[in-house]
Every structure is written in C-alpha cells, then in structure tokens.
C-alpha cells in the first residue's frame, strides 16, 4: 500500500498538469487508483442539532446509507462528531457525477433540506471492504488535505525538497498502519485529497498530521475531524 499511497500524495500536492497526467495513469491496472464520487455533507437550510427536532429524517437517513452500503452503490457512509460545518461523507462507487448526485439527492436528509451535498471525484486505491454490520460503527479521523498559505504550483529545488520528505513521512504513517486511506481530489480545487486515520484519539490523529513536512512548511493544511463509520470497512 504504501508506493501507492505515494503516488496518491504526488496526484495531492503537484500542480495541475501533473495532475492531469496522473489522473489518466491512474486508469491504467499499474497503479491501482480507482475513480470514485465523494459528497460531503453540510449543514443545509433546514439543520438541527436537536435529536427531537429530526427524529424521523434523521432515522431515515441513516435507513437510506445502509441500504446504499448494502448494494454497493457506497463504498462508505458516516457522519462527523464535531461541531462543523462539514457533517458526514458519502463515498460512491461510480466514475460519474450524475449517477452520484442522483444518489445523494434521494436521501431523505439531503430531501428535507437538514443537509446539502458537494460533489467531488476522488481517486483511491480500492481497499475499503463491504461490510455486513452497518449498524456498527467506529471512530476513525479524516483529515482534508487543502492548499496552505504558502501553496504554489510553481516546481522548485525548495519545493522538490518538501515533496520528498512529505512522501516518506507518508510512508512512514503507512508502514506504521495509522494512515490506512488516502487519495487526491480530480476537480484541481482548494481541497487537494484527504487521509484517513486509525488510531486512538483526535489528538494522536493531529499529532500525526503535524509531521508532514508539507504541512510544516505551509503548502499544505489540514482540516481534521472524528468519523462514525460502519465497522468492517476499513483496512
């Protein structure tokens, strides 16, 4: 996992060109990169918070993301236990938006307006497994890797020099089996990728994060939340 995982991070932090070509690579059976559909969910017109105040979307929410876990159309399903803006994610096993969005538009929270889904294509290795317990559920963390205030497309010596030292820390999360998923955004937006952490705490997922030397040196930031996600799915 761990050269694919670099290869991941390079599709994250180059410019776009490189991008572009990396994303026609990731096609190809070599790499493994499989092209996916990613919506985060955000708070939309009609949240709330009050458990009393959504009992009955809420509950059918979560009925519709089993049933989406179950047929495989979602890969995996969960919301945030933060207080953000961000609320859950939905990860779609199709290369098209419109079959995603035709999905996430049918859930009975999005249908109500309590949410509004972002779409984004999203490339991964396909590593995340079905699970037969979607009522059971783990916290793991979910880094959004976005541009810093120090991000450039321009390639330098400097540059060169943090990407290098950003892919062996990344290998090093790997071989460690704390940093179990990773993968890049294909639209070229202000979010370039995400990570996902199992490990024991927020803090130790932050700590983790704080070692990237692309996030030390600004090109890079992250924005990091606790996941609820079935058990069973993650490597």
Excluded at 28 to 33: A, D, G, I, Y
Excluded at 85 to 90: S, T
Aim: proline share 6%; glycine share 6%; aromatic share 8%.
């Amino acid at each position: 996992m761990t050269k694919t995982l670099f290869l991941l991070i390079i599709l994250v932090s180059c410019p776009s060109t490189l991008v572009a070509q990396n994303q026609q690579a990731a096609a190809t059976p070599e790499s493994k990169l499989v092209q996916f559909q990613m919506a985060l969910l955000k708070r939309g017109p009609k949240w709330s918070a009050s458990p009393d105040n959504a009992s009955t979307v809420r509950k059918q929410h979560i009925e519709y993301a089993q049933s989406l876990l179950s047929s495989g159309k979602a890969v995996i399903a969960g919301p945030f236990r933060d207080d953000s803006d961000f609320v859950g994610v939905y990860i779609f096993r199709t290369q098209s938006a419109d079959e995603a969005k035709s999905w996430v538009m049918a859930d009975p929270a999005v249908v109500a307006q309590h949410v509004v889904p972002e779409l984004h294509p999203w490339w991964a290795e396909d590593v995340m497994k079905k699970t037969q317990t979607p009522q059971k559920m783990e916290t793991a963390y979910l880094a959004f890797l976005i541009r810093g205030e120090k991000w450039t497309a321009e390639r330098t010596p400097q540059t060169e020099e943090i990407q290098k030292a950003h892919l062996a820390n990344i290998g090093r999360l790997a071989a460690m089996k704390k940093l179990v998923v990773a993968g890049p955004f294909g639209d070229n937006g202000n979010l370039r990728g995400i990570f996902v952490f199992r490990v024991s705490s927020l803090e130790e997922a932050r700590t983790l994060t704080l070692t990237d030397p692309a996030v030390q040196a600004g090109r890079l930031a992250l924005d990091l939340h606790p996941w609820l996600v079935p058990e069973g799915i993650l490597p």
